[in-house]
């Protein structure tokens, strides 16, 4: 990975505070976010065990699946209890090859379709019962996540830690 622009990094941090207040958006972060990383996609992503509840991507969706096939495929997915696994503010890559033994094919169908390949990411604080993540993917042909972009994340991550704490806080004070 190249080094980013310093600007376009303050910009992402600056961003990830401003959505506490509304002053930014949620697509306008996922956006600069993908850019940040090269990225083909990046998405914020809320949901329980059953649903999501919101999902905000740089990219829209696919037309190849329904939306409530792409939720149950997501939660077959193997790497899904990984995932999971990840304690708040905790890192993850995913490299598992589409086709895979280990996937879900409809998930597969819904990666290839998205440009999802390798990923990176955090967890982040959500709702109580939901389990919110912070997910950027490169497409195929892409180069692989490699040390500078977990070192990248890991400068940005407690930021978005911080401020969604912040965020969650504002919106139960204002229930």
């Not at 976010?33 to 990219?59: K, M, N």
């Not at 598992?96 to 998205?114: H, K, N, T």
Request: glycine share 8%; net charge negative.
């Amino acid at each position: 990975m190249r080094r980013p622009a310093l600007d376009h990094m303050a910009r992402v941090i600056g961003g990830i505070y401003q959505i506490a207040h509304g002053d930014y958006t949620k697509a306008e972060l996922v956006n600069d976010i993908a850019g940040l990383f090269q990225g083909s996609r990046a998405c914020l992503v809320t949901f329980d065990t059953l649903q999501w509840h919101e999902v905000i991507a740089s990219v829209e969706g696919t037309d190849g699946v329904p939306a409530d096939e792409q939720q149950k495929a997501a939660f077959r997915d193997p790497m899904f209890p990984a995932f999971m696994a990840t304690p708040l503010g905790g890192l993850y890559i995913e490299r598992v090859a589409i086709g895979s033994a280990r996937r879900d094919p409809v998930w597969d169908l819904i990666r290839r379709e998205q440009d999802m390949d390798d990923g990176i990411g955090c967890r982040l604080p959500a709702p109580a019962g939901c389990s919110t993540f912070l997910d950027v993917r490169r497409g195929f042909g892409q180069d692989d996540f490699d040390p500078a972009d977990v070192e990248l994340l890991q400068i940005i991550a407690p930021h978005a830690l911080r401020a969604r704490k912040v965020e969650l806080a504002i919106r139960a004070a204002s229930l």
